[in-house]
């Protein structure tokens, strides 16, 4: 069984960035395709960014240039740089795996971009 732990969120003003993290227990991790999902008040989740086991990340166009997704195989962690954050930015932060699954689903790590 995987679980997923996210970390890292919290108030920041625009412009300001923020790191997040996901931890994962369980086997298989490091094979695995990941993803960082959002889910801002009253809209559904979206894929926000992604990275295949290799290594090769793809971003919603909302984000990129401004997110960067990387992952540690090692530690079992997934990563997501934010700079440039907007008020848009303020949502719950999920992480999964790609397709998500849904006994995955953790708590999430809360971002508030204040403008």
């Known amino acids: 069984q995987v679980q997923l732990v996210e970390s890292g969120g919290g108030l920041v003003p625009a412009g300001g960035s923020l790191r997040l993290s996901c931890a994962a227990s369980?086997?298989?991790?490091?094979?695995?395709?990941m993803g960082w999902y959002r889910q801002a008040p009253g809209k559904q989740r979206e894929l926000a960014a992604a990275?295949?086991?290799?290594?090769?990340?793809n971003y919603a166009d909302s984000v990129k240039g401004r997110f960067t997704i990387s992952r540690d195989n090692a530690k079992n962690t997934v990563y997501l740089q934010m700079n440039s954050l907007k008020p848009d930015d303020t949502a719950v932060y999920y992480c999964?795996?790609?397709?998500?699954?849904?006994?995955?689903w953790g708590q999430g790590t809360q971002v508030f971009v204040s403008s």
């Open positions: 990275i295949t086991s290799a290594g090769l990340t």
């Open positions: 999964n795996t790609l397709p998500w699954i849904r006994d995955y």
């Open positions: 369980g086997s298989g991790f490091s094979v695995k395709t």
